[in-house]
Nanobody, 117 residues
């Protein structure tokens, strides 16, 4: 069974920075896409950033220039967040998926990021 464990969330003032980490345990293929999504109360879960095995990245417009996604290997992904804004407050979820073979889609439990004004 694959589990994703996130860390690095917390409370920070506006303008501050945080780095989230996520590591997958268990067996997954080396070719996959890892990403971060977030969900604020009353809102739907939304994409923050994703990164493929070969380093292709996608960012939400709202975080471009402030957030950077990177990965250490097939199982570990980071999200560096700078110039945080109160509207970045949300639960952040790590995801790893492969739409090829073997197909899989796993989610972490989430880590809370709170940005005070």
């Amino acid at each position: 069974q694959v589990q994703l464990v996130e860390s690095g969330g917390g409370l920070v003032q506006a303008g501050g920075s945080l780095t989230l980490s996520c590591t997958a345990s268990g067996s997954i293929s080396s070719i996959n896409t890892m990403g971060w999504y977030r969900q604020a109360p009353g809102n739907q879960r939304e994409l923050v950033a994703t990164i493929t095995s070969d380093g292709f990245t996608i960012y939400a417009d709202s975080v471009k220039g402030r957030f950077t996604i990177s990965r250490a290997n097939a199982k570990t992904v980071f999200l560096q967040m700078i110039s945080l804004k109160p509207e970045d407050t949300a639960a952040y979820y790590c995801n790893v998926r492969n739409r090829g073979f073997p197909k899989y889609d796993y989610w972490g439990q989430g880590t809370q990021v709170t940005v005070s004004s």
